[in-house]
C-alpha cells in the first residue's frame, strides 16, 4: 500500500521535473515535455485509482471495532 503511493509521488515528480526542465531550457525537444505530460498524468492516474479503491477503508474499521 505504501509502495504504491511511493511509486505514485515518484511518477508525479519525475514528470514535473522533466516537464519543468523542457519549458526553462531554451533548445529543449518538444519530445521531453510531451515525456514529463505523459508521466505526470499516469501518475495522477495511478493515485487517483488508488484513492478511489481505498476511499472507504476507514469505514470498514470502523465497523469491526463497534463489534
Same mark, same amino acid.
Given at each position: 500500500m !505504501?509502495?504504491?503511493?511511493?511509486i505514485n509521488?515518484i511518477?508525479? =515528480?519525475v514528470?514535473g521535473?522533466?516537464l519543468?526542465? $523542457?519549458?526553462t =531550457?531554451?533548445? $529543449?525537444?518538444?519530445?521531453?515535455k510531451? $515525456?514529463?505530460? @505523459?508521466i505526470?498524468?499516469?501518475?495522477?492516474?495511478? $493515485?487517483t485509482n488508488f484513492? =478511489? @479503491?481505498t !476511499? *472507504? *477503508?476507514h !469505514?470498514?474499521e470502523?465497523k469491526e *471495532?463497534?463489534?
Open positions: !505504501k509502495n504504491t503511493q511511493l509521488t511518477l508525479i =515528480v514528470g521535473g522533466l519543468l526542465y $523542457a519549458i =531550457v531554451e533548445n $529543449a525537444n518538444q519530445y521531453l510531451i $515525456a514529463g505530460l @505523459v505526470i498524468m499516469f501518475g495522477l492516474f495511478r $493515485a484513492w =478511489v @479503491v !476511499k *472507504d *477503508d !469505514k470498514e470502523n *471495532d463497534k463489534q
